[in-house]
T-cell receptor, first 113, second 115 residues
């Protein structure tokens, strides 16, 4: 079982729709959860971090965390063509393990005009 | 103004050569990282340094040697390059492990091609 799993996609949504990206992780003691956006040929860009159960909203983005189900998701409301990118879920366990991020394989999102 | 910078952006070299990649951050962060992204876009930790001290070495061949002259710089030297080393190498930094939250910010990447 992979440590962090995402559907690789591509996920295609029409402009203005809600895009839903999902991620599961295997290590129950994981503490910190992140969503990165990576455009083709560019570096990962941090868009959301979440540390406790529930929802966290930032603009059009909402991250949801359910530690009991070991599940984290990202919702993008009013999707725009500029949101087309690969979205990487990353998980970090104890900070004293060097703070390493374990990444999923990424979900490619395509927003069609 | 660049927060995390890397040089060079592209590196094309022959098998067997030795090369270095440099990374600098001006965020005042204590912790720096090297990640490797392979051709399938999978991103994996290689090394982590906290205040110039190595704290993660993720089963990377010893041909790879990181060096941190100060907490704002983390370099990566690669000896005897192999075809399989071709990848994009990303440097990242975070505020520090004691802070607990570990948001990491990535540099622009160095695309290494070994011929």
């Amino acid at each position: 079982q992979k440590e962090v799993e995402q559907n690789s996609g591509p996920l295609s949504v029409p402009e203005g729709a809600i895009a839903s990206l999902n991620c599961t992780y295997s290590d129950r003691v994981s503490q910190s959860f992140f969503w990165y956006r990576q455009y083709s040929g560019k570096s990962p860009e941090l868009i959301m971090s979440i540390y406790s159960n529930g929802d966290k909203e930032d603009g059009r983005f909402t991250a949801q965390l359910n530690k009991a189900s070991q599940y984290v998701s990202l919702l993008i409301r009013d999707s725009q063509p500029s949101d087309s990118a690969t979205y990487l879920c990353a998980v970090s366990t104890y900070y004293n393990q060097g703070g390493k991020l374990i990444f999923g394989q990424g979900t490619e999102l395509s927003v069609k005009p | 103004d660049t927060a995390v910078s890397q040089t060079p952006k592209y590196l094309v070299t022959q098998m067997g050569n030795d090369k270095s990649i440099k990374c600098e951050q001006n965020l005042g962060h204590d912790t720096m990282y090297w990640y490797k992204q392979d051709s399938k876009k999978f991103l994996k930790i290689m090394f982590s340094y906290n205040n110039k001290e190595l704290i993660i070495n993720e089963t990377v061949p010893n041909r790879f040697s990181p060096k941190s002259p100060d907490k704002a710089h983390l370099n990566l030297h690669i000896n005897s390059l192999e075809l399989g080393d071709s990848a994009v190498y990303f440097c990242a930094s975070s505020q520090g492990l004691a802070k607990g939250y570990n948001e990491q910010f990535f540099g622009p990447g160095t695309r290494l091609t070994v011929l």
